[in-house]
């Protein structure tokens, strides 16, 4: 890898203060979203940053909005990207999505998101992790619903939500008019039923959706050839 490309490694080493580590579900999306080559790019709940940082190197010719409701976490992750090669690309607004839609005077080329998710389990008492973990400030409904009016005419919205409920998010997605035009199923190792899924939508897309299946270790516990493909560009050790 050359100097200036960002690895997770390096990521990890900037993140001092940092209480959540780079996920799998993030690192998945990162790689897996279809991006544009040029153009405004959209990261709903940015967390630390590290999804804004993998679009900011993949598209060196894009500018890259994350929005993050938690202060902390927006904090951390104006610090990691102050600390990447691409500070000058892209922004932290330490705010809430529902609230800024009206405020965006351009239009998003792609929209990306690692949404809170445990819509159905207990809340945690740490109010931080709540936040970042539930639907409680942040729905699929809000998502599609806002989106939609400040997506580009050709733009996508690419999600990592839970398997099981892939069919109620489409449904969502449906109603505001998106239409699903990829799915990856992710499946930890070839025997367990998938866990997550990669969803891509477009506005009033009515073409069939793509299906695919990535498994991400072999039955003896190595990462899968598919995986590393997928992710090489941002890992030292593929």
């Not at 997605?173 to 930890?188: D, E, H, K, P």
Request: aromatic share 10%; net charge neutral; glycine share 4%.
């Amino acid at each position: 890898m050359s100097d200036s490309k960002f690895t997770f490694k390096q990521f990890e080493l900037h993140q001092e203060l940092c209480a959540m580590k780079v996920g799998t579900d993030s690192v998945l999306l990162g790689s897996w979203a279809h991006l544009p080559a040029q153009g405004n790019i959209l990261d709903i709940g940015a967390g630390t940053g590290i999804l804004s940082l993998m679009v900011a190197q993949r598209t060196p010719n894009t500018t890259v909005t994350a929005i993050e409701i938690d202060t902390p976490a927006a904090q951390q992750a104006q610090q990691n990207i102050a600390r990447s090669p691409w500070p000058n690309r892209i922004e932290v607004i330490n705010d809430d999505f529902t609230r800024l839609v009206e405020h965006f005077k351009q239009p998003f080329n792609a929209i990306i998101s690692n949404p809170p998710y445990f819509e159905q389990s207990l809340l945690s008492p740490d109010a931080a992790r709540t936040t970042a973990r539930h639907t409680t400030t942040l729905r699929y409904d809000d998502i599609f619903r806002l989106s939609r009016a400040i997506i580009a005419p050709d733009g996508n919205l690419s999600l990592v939500i839970p398997a099981d409920l892939y069919k109620e998010v489409n449904h969502t997605a449906m109603l505001y008019g998106w239409g699903a035009s990829r799915l990856t199923m992710v499946r930890t190792t070839p025997r367990k039923q998938p866990k997550r899924a990669l969803c891509e939508w477009q506005r009033n897309h009515f073409a069939p959706c793509t299906e695919q299946i990535l498994t991400i270790q072999t039955a003896t516990g190595e990462y899968s050839d598919e995986y590393k493909k997928l992710t090489q560009d941002f890992y030292l050790h593929f």
